[in-house]
């Protein structure tokens, strides 16, 4: 079933069941979005409760949200930060995208310890060249599948505006590849535009 139907199910009918799909759906996606902006690990779930309580309590505000999975997203965000805010004085918005992190976990299970060591480093390697904003945007891209508009909508940016970020992330890591380490170009290949 279509999470936005199962999100709408429990939205106009109070259904429980869909409201435990969601949330199930959607748990462990925000945590590890979480944990890549930075924050610390309790942080990061107090926050998920928190958005998912609100929704329960005030589901009849939620009526008008029309992208759910870009709702949520921007809704845990926000709440993490002012969880930050209070607990250690963030004082603006920008401080949690210039940290955002990926920690490549995707080939793990298909290479040995030390293949898999080798490369994660490279791929970090191959990520320091990019901004908070740009690695966050490849992060919602590529490993979470999201759409530019679903992007742009957590990112509070235009969908041509993520096109453009993710383009000139792509390009970026592209010349890296080429100026630094042209031995890494099958591994950009298979990153990318193996999705």
């Not at 925000?30 to 998912?52: M, S, T, W």
């Amino acid at each position: 079933m279509n999470t936005d139907l199962i999100w709408q199910k429990f939205i106009n009918e109070g259904d429980n069941l869909s409201f435990s799909l969601v949330y199930n759906t959607y748990v462990e996606i925000l945590y590890a979005y979480g944990i890549h902006l930075g924050f610390r690990d309790e942080l990061c779930k107090d926050a998920i409760q928190d958005v998912f309580y609100n929704i329960y309590v005030k589901k009849s505000e939620s009526r008008k949200v029309k992208n759910p999975t870009a709702y949520l997203f921007k809704s845990y965000k926000y709440r993490l930060i002012d969880l930050a805010r209070k607990e250690a004085k963030i004082e603006n918005i920008d401080s949690c995208s210039d940290s955002f992190t990926l920690n490549i976990t995707i080939l793990d299970n298909m290479i040995d310890k030390e293949e898999s060591i080798l490369l994660k480093n490279k791929v970090e390697k191959l990520l320091e060249c990019l901004s908070g904003q740009q690695r966050e945007a490849l992060y919602m891209r590529y490993m979470l599948g999201l759409g530019y508009d679903e992007i742009g909508e957590i990112l509070q940016i235009n969908s041509d505006s993520v096109r453009k970020i993710i383009y000139r992330s792509i390009k970026k890591i592209r010349q890296n590849i080429d100026n630094n380490h042209p031995e890494w170009l099958p591994l950009f290949l298979v990153l990318f535009f193996s999705f």
